[in-house]
């Protein structure tokens, strides 16, 4: 049964064609995954179908029985409201069948004969599993790593901001589920329940994300659009790949049918007025359409390697190196010498001091304790979360050539700041586009670009695959191949990790950082297959009905006192998250302190509850 049918809608952004005269229907059940480069309209694609963007032309129709969930990349939200209040602020909510189910039973009490109403919202609180619905809230919210339902969400950073509206979509009652990058500012666990939340949702699915495993195991379909065009491929991820190679292969071969076609016609063409009378028209329109569909054909070659600044023997040493933040340990006694062409990534869950170490390496956090050496031939680029300020007005080509002209190739050869503009994706006739007119994942490509213009010998990307989408991670992950230098990267996107990694820095309990060598693969086969605390709880106390030992009654004395003190050092980095809200490094440092905290909360509340049922 279809739920969308989209005919014959066109839509554009200024002088930009997004969608000329696509078609397409959704189906119940289906799972569609939408790529495409960034800017080419992906975003406006999903605010089309969730009609909260007009279109130019034709007609998206819905069925008037089916509701729909969408996750904005950019939400609304109540400052005021607590973590909870917002997950039910929603206006396509539950709550209001609850409401209504609870006046017609007060009817019903009073004489009135409603029962067939209340038979019809009780289908409706059933379909949408409405029951316990404050309890499915928080479940969610927990396994997204909020357990904090309690606080403001202004005073959350805004990365636990997007996992709030990401459970508030999640927990809205639909037929279709529409997300906007929902694995952005998850950690590696988080994305794997949500990976198994909604490859269990029966309802209907529309997406954009640029986790490539994530696309994998969730999406039945993909949904491609480029050049204003979309093309539909049956199947994951994987498959959509080998279906790509096998169109584009059909579009090679037309090429070069075009391509023989289009020399004959230029050659008829340059003859001259004398040899086209107006009985060639249809010619001449016909050689202008061959101009088109060879130059939006033409594709470059991706392939190249950057020489990077010379580096020397020594290039980066740490030796017991810690760090901690109101007396949380971040890192513990870490030491590791780096070595020519290494790519590491690191990874553990969020607020374990990932982007901290990476603070580090580059100069501008200390440790506490502990050295960092860096030789006198280093020299970094950094790829932060948040890029710096750009003067909107600026033409893309002009902004990199603020950085370099021209950078030096392995094979001796240069390139120009334009050459490379078009490397990473971007046309050349839109080179002195203003950057105020590039989508949020275009000006973070141009900002990487940047980077790569100063020439470093050691690059340190702080979630890179934010905002990219696929297509540009694969012209990332070929610089990376080429690149000759070091390559340090804090990520949660495991296809990206498997892909350039030969070295993983794992955060454990502590701040200890385990080095494993190999890729996020031989990570997991090192990682602990452990129960989590609440199971090994709930166990404990199935197994063991005994009273509490003499050390079990010492800690349940002071647990009290334990997670007070936990909890006002939560306060105390909320109050300094608020008092340094322009400072984007110390917030994003608050935050992951307090990310930690709150799991340490978490995990005391849960022992606290085994020994108080086993007192």
């Not at 540009?472 to 080429?482: C, G, K, P, R």
Request: charged residues 30%; hydrophobic residues 35%.
């Amino acid at each position: 049964m279809k739920i969308v049918s989209v005919e014959n809608v066109s839509k554009s952004f200024t002088e930009k064609k997004l969608l000329d005269n696509v078609s397409f229907y959704l189906s119940e059940g289906e799972k569609i995954g939408i790529v495409g480069i960034n800017g080419v309209g992906k975003s406006t694609f999903l605010k089309l179908i969730a009609a909260v963007e007009h279109l130019d032309s034709g007609v998206i129709t819905i069925s008037n029985k089916w509701l729909i969930s969408y996750l904005s990349q950019s939400p609304k939200i109540d400052p005021n409201a607590t973590v909870l209040e917002q997950i039910f602020l929603s206006e396509g909510h539950g709550i209001p069948i609850i409401k209504e189910y609870q006046l017609v039973l007060k009817q019903i009490e009073e004489g009135q004969d409603l029962t067939d109403k209340l038979l019809e919202i009780q289908e409706k609180i059933d379909r949408f599993n409405l029951w316990d619905l404050e309890s499915q809230a928080k479940t969610i919210l927990s396994k997204l790593g909020i357990i904090d339902y309690q606080q403001l969400i202004k005073n959350l950073s805004g990365g636990e901001q997007k996992r709030v509206f990401l459970a508030q979509t999640l927990i809205t009652p639909s037929d279709l589920l529409i997300l906007d990058e929902p694995t952005n500012h998850l950690d590696s666990e988080s994305i794997e329940w949500l990976e198994l939340f909604l490859s269990n949702r029966k309802q209907a699915l529309l997406m954009v994300t640029h986790d490539r495993y994530f696309l994998d195991k969730v999406v039945n379909k993909i949904i491609e659009i480029e050049n204003g065009n979309i093309y539909q491929y049956q199947g994951n991820y994987s498959l959509y790949v080998e279906q790509k190679i096998l169109r584009e292969e059909q579009q090679s071969t037309v090429y070069q049918k075009q391509k023989s076609l289009y020399q004959n016609e230029l050659k008829w063409i340059r003859r001259g007025p004398l040899a086209r009378g107006t009985k060639q028209k249809a010619r001449i329109d016909r050689f202008e359409q061959l101009k088109g569909n060879l130059h939006c054909q033409k594709k470059e070659d991706l392939e190249f390697s950057v020489i990077g600044a010379r580096l020397g023997k020594k290039i980066i040493e740490l030796e017991n190196v810690s760090k901690s933040y109101l007396n949380l340990k971040l890192i513990t006694d870490f030491s590791y010498v780096m070595q020519r062409d290494e790519r590491i990534g690191i990874v553990g869950k969020n607020g374990t001091g990932k982007s901290t170490l990476l603070n580090m390496i580059e100069g501008t956090v200390n440790p506490d304790s502990g050295t960092i050496v860096k030789g006198e031939t280093v020299s970094i680029g950094y790829f932060k979360q948040e890029i710096a300020d750009m003067n909107l007005k600026t033409p893309m080509i002009k902004y990199l050539e603020e950085e370099a002209k021209v950078i030096k190739l392995v094979n001796g050869e240069t390139i120009t700041a334009g050459k490379m503009l078009e490397k990473f994706l971007f046309e050349k006739n839109n080179h002195y586009t203003p950057i105020a007119k590039l989508s949020g994942g275009e000006k973070r490509r141009l900002a990487l670009l940047k980077i790569f213009m100063a020439n470093p010998n050691v690059i340190l990307l702080d979630e890179p695959t934010n905002d990219f989408d696929t297509t540009t991670l694969a012209v990332l992950e070929n610089f990376i191949d080429n690149f000759k230098g070091v390559v340090i990267v804090v990520s949660h996107d495991r296809y990206f990790l498997n892909r350039i990694c030969n070295k993983i820095f794992a955060y454990g309990n502590d701040g200890k950082i385990e080095v494993i060598t190999g890729n996020y693969d031989d990570y997991l086969i090192r990682k602990p297959k452990g129960i989590s605390v609440k199971k090994t709880i709930q166990k404990e106390i199935q197994k063991n009905q005994a009273k509490l030992s003499y050390l079990e009654k010492k800690e349940l004395a002071v647990i009290d006192d334990v997670i007070e003190e936990i909890e006002n050092k939560i306060g105390e980095t909320k109050n300094l998250m608020i008092e340094h809200s322009t400072d984007y490094e110390k917030i994003k440092i608050y935050s992951e302190v307090a990310d930690c905290l709150e799991k340490e909360l978490e995990e005391k509340f849960q022992r606290w509850e085994y020994l108080s049922k086993k007192n």
